[in-house]
């Protein structure tokens, strides 16, 4: 757990600049997707191309998602007592995010064991788009709500 106001601090903007960084990878990421959106037909060597960087990315949320539980989770201890949505939101979101990655990784180990190319619309692109747009809001609400809620929690100004 976290101890001292400043440390509190320096916690919250490690964790901002760990969004910003994920959200480079998810531009780089997105910028594929839109790419492979356009074709009505993408090979299985097209789609692969796509599975390295969102297993790196899911990799590195992983991380960053599990950083945020073990660090930032437990100064809501007061807003738990007293409201208790914020951390069982926030929760449930990380869990959400990345069972989402997953299942696009999943779906897409198991369409290449059974075919030989994925239709323009194929909802293996539809879940990454649906996990990225997730990761992205998440983002932007621990960003406006979370963070400044930890800092009030603890003392800190917003």
């Given amino acids: 757990m976290l101890r001292g106001d400043c440390h509190i601090r320096m916690q919250v903007e490690q964790f901002l600049r760990d969004h910003q960084s994920l959200r480079s990878e998810i ?3 997105d910028g594929w997707l839109s790419d492979l959106e356009q074709t009505v037909r993408l090979s299985n060597e097209e789609l692969n191309r796509l599975v390295v960087p969102v297993k790196h990315f899911y990799e590195q949320l992983s991380a960053h998602l599990t950083l945020e539980e073990r660090e930032l989770f437990p100064l809501l201890t007061k807003e738990i007592e007293e409201k208790g949505y914020l951390y069982f939101t926030f929760e449930l979101e990380h869990q959400q995010m990345k069972q989402f990655i997953k299942q696009f ?3 897409v180990e198991r369409y290449q064991e059974n075919s030989t190319g994925v239709e323009k ?8 788009r649906f996990a990225l747009d997730a990761v992205t809001a998440h983002f932007v609400r621990e960003e406006d709500i979370l963070f400044p809620e930890i800092l009030k929690l603890n003392g800190k100004s917003v």
């Fill in 27 to 29: 531009g780089i990421i």
């Fill in 105 to 107: 990784l999943f779906m």
């Fill in 121 to 128: 619309g194929n909802s293996i692109l539809l879940t990454l």
